[in-house]
């Protein structure tokens, strides 16, 4: 393979990880995605196991969503979201055992 294929590749791999770690930079959206790794939640149950205001915590999804990080869908007048993202699921979990498991403490 191309050498400057491979550069320009791997640039732009470098570019995507920036991107989703500014994304993940913030706490707050830290704790929403680290809750959703367990599967969909209302913003109710969002609000309620992070601590954040419903205005934070909307602005949050908003961002999130925008990003493609995560989606939602309505159930009735409830909408549940969930982690659409593979690498972020993957990054949330791998994060998890680094830093919230007891064997880490």
Do not use: W
Request: proline share 1%; hydrophobic share 30%; glycine share 6%.
């Amino acid at each position: 393979m191309d050498s400057t294929i491979q550069l320009e590749n791997f640039e732009k791999k470098c570019e995507e990880a920036s991107a989703l770690l500014k994304v993940l930079s913030h706490p707050g959206r830290l704790k929403i995605l680290c809750h959703l790794t367990g599967g969909e939640k209302s913003v109710s149950e969002i609000e309620t196991r992070t601590g954040l205001s419903q205005s934070y915590t909307s602005q949050f999804l908003n961002k999130m969503k925008a990003e493609g990080l995560i989606s939602s869908r309505k159930e009735g007048v409830i909408t549940l979201y969930r982690i659409t993202d593979e690498k972020v699921q993957k990054l949330m979990g791998a994060m998890y055992t680094i830093f919230c498991s007891e064997d880490n403490s």
